[in-house]
């Protein structure tokens, strides 16, 4: 028996036809993933300033903390 070569070369050409829209679709849609994802993180300027505006706001709550503590103490001996 002979084997039926016409039929294949078509399949073939066409399952290599959708893997390649496959493959290009899928490579499209990885690009735009990256592209959100770049535009949406931080660069390591901006995190540098967030964390430094932290540590001053941390810094600043406990300064805060101090003269807010210290207030009543000198209040109470200034009354007497």
């Avoid at 899928?26 to 300033?49: D, E, N």
């Amino acid at each position: 028996m002979k084997a039926r070569t016409s039929g294949h070369t078509r399949d073939e050409a066409l399952l290599i036809n959708m893997a390649d829209s496959i493959g290009s679709t899928l490579g499209v849609i990885a690009g735009r993933a990256h592209s959100v994802k770049k535009a949406l993180s931080r660069g390591p300027i901006a995190r540098k300033i967030k964390r430094d505006g932290r540590k001053h706001a941390k810094k600043r709550t406990s300064t805060g903390h101090k003269i807010k503590n210290q207030a009543p103490a000198a209040s109470n001996t200034s009354k007497h």
